[in-house]
């Protein structure tokens, strides 16, 4: 079963992080402890561990990429597990089929009636 390597929250402020260099490379085998890349948080450089083991089989957030707290920076696969099919990028006729938004958005706004109570002020 696939298991997805997250950016880990390294400090309480932190936010996102920056994947500095990866310490391990693609189809290698990786064990639960094991420093795996070195990530650079709002306060310093620290190395990330793995906290699952398995064959690492896709690098999702190359070195120097930015990614937020929980987002999926890597994939991890059991050995013999399939892996499946990089999606297609969208190709230009079907980017064309998108129905595209006027020049102006607010052109085809219409005024809306809006009725108001305002109670009288004390005397």
């Given amino acids: 079963m696939a298991t997805h390597i997250e950016m880990p929250k390294l400090s ?5 992080g920056t994947v500095v260099r990866w ?8 064990e639960i402890g ?8 709002d306060k310093a450089t620290m190395a990330m ?13 190359e070195e120097g990429g930015k990614a937020a707290v929980g987002a ?17 990028e969208p190709s230009v006729e079907a980017s064309a089929s998108v129905p595209q938004m006027a020049s102006d958005p607010l052109a085809n706004l219409k005024p809306v009636a809006i009725e108001m109570q305002v109670p009288e002020p004390a005397p």
């Fill in 23 to 30: 310490l391990k490379n693609l189809g290698d085998e990786v």
């Fill in 49 to 61: 561990e793995a906290f699952d083991e398995g064959i690492l089989s896709e690098i999702l957030i």
């Fill in 72 to 88: 999926t920076l890597a994939i991890l696969r059991d050995e013999g597990e399939a892996v499946a099919a990089p999606e297609e």
């Fill in 12 to 16: 309480d402020t932190m936010t996102e």
């Fill in 34 to 41: 094991d420093e795996i890349a070195e990530i650079e948080t």
